[in-house]
Every structure is written in C-alpha cells, then in structure tokens.
C-alpha cells in the first residue's frame, strides 16, 4: 500500500498545546478509506484527544489489526510508534509491548469483525488482565475490506446487499466487556465529535482497561435498505469489465442532541438509527445499573451513548502481577537475566 503523506504547511495562528505542538503535529498520511467514512471521524477526535492531553508523541504506541478500523494508526500521530498485527491478534501484541515498557500510552484501534469474531478470544483476556489501553472498536457491523459480510456484531433482522438477513444474536462489545470485568466502558457516534473527544481523553487516562466503542458505519457495504447500521448512499457507479468499486463523495453525518435525548439520524441510504445520551442521573459506577439501561435500551432500539460504566478501584495489569516499578525495556541486562544457576534452578523443576 502507498501512503501519502500531508503537507507540513499549517496556519501559524493555530493554538498549541503546552508541549509547543499543533494538531497538525498530531497527523498521520492521507486516509484512503471511502468519502465519507466515519472511520475518519474518529481519526479526528483521536487527533485532537492526543493534542489536547499534552501526550509527546514518542510515548505513544499505536496499535491494530487487520480491517479499514486498524488503517487509522496510520492517520494519526505520525511521529509515535505503531504496530499493524495480524487478524485479531493486536490485544497480545499490546500485552506484550505494555508488559516491556510499562509508561507508554497505549491506544488500540480494532472492528467488530477483529475483536468479535477471530480475536474475540485476545478481547476477553486482554479485559481479564486489565490491560492498561485505551481500546477503540470502530463497529460497523460487517467486513468492509472483504465486501461486506455480517460481523459478530449484526443486528437480527439486518439485511445484507445479497442474501438472506442476519439471525443471529448480535455480540455488545460494552455489554461483553461488563460482564468481564473492563473497568471503563463508554459508547459514542462517530459523527458526534462533541461526546466522542472527552469519552477518548477519559478512555486514555483511565488506568486499566479501556473500551470505546464508536458506532461507524460503512459507507460502502451497509448503505442499503433494510442494514441496520447504514451510513452512505447507494453506489451509483459499477462497470464490471474490471472488479473496481466507486463510491460517490458523501459528507460525514453528524449529531448534536442533549443528555438524557434520543435522537434519530437519517442516514444516506434512507435507513436511520436511534441514539440515547445518558443522563446526568445515571450512576456510570453501578455495574448493575449499567447491564439493566443497556439491555432496556437494546430492547427499545437504541443505541446508548455515554460512559457507561467506570471503576476506579481496580488494579491493573502491572499491580496485579507486582511487577516492577521500572518498565523492563529500562531495566540492564544483569537486571534481566536470572544468572546460570538461577536458570539450572528452574530446569531441574522440569526433570
């Protein structure tokens, strides 16, 4: 893949954070996912969450796995690290990187499709270990770069372009991640700039396991009648000499409604979806309130958007296993390295 990169040219009136920098400092390449993506939205709260948390670049550690979801590394934060794993694997791959060096930020971008379906095992047990990353889930609800299949995350009853509709159970990331214990769950639109900034700021700053989980639909695969998570309007063009999809320009939907409203956005394709804020009466630290007002609001059809749930209490990953203070990508070798009869020790366990 060619990535093309942004001109470096930026408005010199542009506020800075106290680091000096911009958020054109906070960038990455030229996105190449579909006009009107809302993947792309989310891009732009992760850029101005960063900058506006002060976050210098080089301890920051991007991390994902394969889908258009996990091209956003790409688009953020050109300057921090980034590792693009394979299918469903980035949850270990974090674990790993977080267990060497301990003060990094770690911000994770995933699908539906890679966290729900193939890596739905790594998702479980990076909450179990509360894993200190802010973890996005970018749910559309099908395999965009595969042509649109129904992923894990599907609504009963959800048509798809070809074929019969979807009648399976759909897995609730956020209500997944209660029940295993995440200790951060907030869920928001990504067309709602205005919620998702602040939900992905606390997300980062929450010591401990972090679940986002944006609601960004497709705009190629799901916006036709009868999908439950359509974005975008119907395609226009097809010319089948060559197997090359066109996706006419749209611009990104957006929504500005109150706490405690629901909201009904229309999308491109004719379809809509219902968004509820929270109110400020919600108790985001009752566990049990949490599981009754999302499964009432999945019964009504609406999607919640909010934090909805969080618990300070908590250790994480490194103070649950008493590990060391210093990050051991900082530790010397001699601090490393157990000496030769330590490791004759631990072999003759095996004998």
């Known amino acids: 893949?060619?990535?093309?990169?942004?001109?470096?040219?930026?408005?010199?009136?542009?506020?800075?954070?106290?680091?000096?920098?911009?958020?054109r400092d906070y960038e990455g390449v030229v996105s190449t996912l579909c006009a009107g993506?809302?993947?792309?939205?989310?891009?732009?709260?992760?850029?101005?969450a960063v900058?506006?948390?002060?976050?210098?670049?080089?301890?920051?550690?991007?991390?994902?796995?394969?889908?258009?979801?996990?091209?956003?590394?790409?688009y953020f934060a050109s300057q921090a690290h980034g590792?693009?794993?394979?299918?469903?694997?980035?949850?270990?791959?974090?674990?790993?990187?977080?267990?060497?060096?301990?003060?990094?930020?770690?911000?994770?971008?995933?699908?539906?499709g890679d966290s729900l379906s193939i890596g739905v095992g790594q998702f479980v047990h990076a909450i179990r270990r509360n894993l200190n990353v802010c973890y996005l889930i970018e749910n559309n609800g099908v395999y965009g770069l595969t042509k649109?299949?129904?992923?894990?995350?599907?609504?009963?009853?959800?048509?798809?372009?070809?074929?019969l509709p979807n009648q399976q159970e759909p897995i609730d990331p956020a209500s997944a991640a209660l029940a295993l214990g995440a200790t951060y769950i907030a869920r928001s639109f990504s067309?709602?700039?205005?919620?998702?900034?602040?939900?992905?700021?606390?997300?980062?700053?929450?010591?401990?396991?972090?679940?986002?989980?944006?609601?960004?639909?497709?705009?190629?695969?799901?916006?036709?009648?009868?999908s439950t998570k359509s974005y975008a309007h119907t395609r226009q063009f097809y010319?089948?000499?060559a197997n090359i999809d066109y996706i006419h320009p749209s611009e990104e939907i957006k929504a500005s409604y109150d706490e405690g409203e629901a909201m009904s956005v229309h999308l491109h394709g004719g379809d809509s979806i219902v968004l509820r804020k929270i109110s400020r009466e919600y108790d985001p630290t009752s566990r049990a309130e949490a599981f009754k007002y999302l499964r009432d609001r999945f019964n009504e059809g609406e999607i919640t958007t909010g934090l909805?749930?969080?618990?300070?209490?908590?250790?994480?990953?490194?103070?649950?296993?008493?590990?060391?203070?210093?990050?051991?990508?900082?530790?010397?070798?001699?601090?490393?390295?157990?000496?030769d009869d330590e490791l004759q020790e631990i072999q003759r366990r095996y004998r």
């Open 1 to 23: 893949m060619t990535y093309i990169a942004k001109p470096r040219v930026a408005h010199p009136s542009l506020p800075k954070n106290e680091l000096g920098l911009t958020t």
């Open 37 to 48: 993506c809302g993947h792309d939205s989310v891009t732009a709260a992760l850029i101005q």
């Open 51 to 74: 900058f506006e948390l002060d976050i210098e670049p080089h301890m920051l550690a991007k991390m994902s796995g394969i889908g258009c979801s996990s091209k956003t590394p790409a």
């Open 83 to 112: 590792f693009n794993s394979v299918h469903g694997r980035m949850p270990s791959v974090t674990t790993g990187a977080n267990a060497a060096n301990r003060d990094m930020t770690y911000v994770g971008v995933s699908g539906d």
């Open 148 to 163: 649109g299949q129904f992923s894990a995350s599907a609504d009963i009853g959800s048509k798809p372009k070809k074929g």
């Open 191 to 226: 067309g709602d700039k205005e919620q998702l900034v602040p939900l992905i700021k606390g997300a980062i700053m929450h010591s401990g396991f972090s679940l986002v989980d944006v609601i960004s639909p497709c705009v190629t695969f799901n916006d036709h009648e009868g």
């Open 239 to 241: 010319h089948h000499v």
């Open 308 to 339: 909805l749930y969080v618990n300070e209490e908590r250790a994480e990953m490194h103070e649950l296993m008493g590990n060391s203070d210093t990050p051991l990508a900082q530790l010397p070798y001699e601090g490393l390295h157990p000496g």
